[in-house]
């Protein structure tokens, strides 16, 4: 079983940044593809980004440009650096592994962009 946890979140003005964590348990960390979801209030849950066990990312279009995911897996961490928050990118934001067809989640933390 491999645990995952979400840290960072928080409120921030727009225009502004925060970096999000994620911690996933395990020792075969590095061949696990990494990614985060996020779910706006009474919107589907969308894929925000996505890094592979080789380092290849993805993004959503409409955070292209001003997120970026990264991963080190000497600490079993997986990063998401987001600039220039945008109201439209308030939601719950939840960090997953995937080998295969095994798949594990955060919790989910909140990520909330206001004047």
């Known amino acids: 079983q491999v645990q995952v946890v979400e840290s960072g979140g928080g409120s921030v003005q727009p225009g502004g940044s925060l970096r999000l964590s994620c911690a996933a348990s395990?020792?075969?960390?590095?061949?696990?593809?990494m990614g985060w979801y996020r779910q706006a209030p009474e919107k589907q849950r969308e894929l925000v980004a996505h890094?592979?066990?080789?380092?290849?990312?993805n993004y959503a279009d409409s955070v292209k440009g001003r997120f970026t995911i990264s991963r080190d897996n000497a600490k079993n961490m997986v990063y998401l650096q987001m600039n220039s928050l945008k109201p439209e990118d308030t939601a719950v934001y939840y960090c997953?592994?995937?080998?295969?067809?095994?798949?594990?989640w955060g919790q989910g933390i909140q990520v909330a962009v206001s004047s």
């Open positions: 395990g020792s075969i960390f590095s061949y696990y593809d």
């Open positions: 997953y592994a995937r080998l295969g067809t095994e798949a594990y």
């Open positions: 890094i592979t066990s080789s380092s290849s990312t």
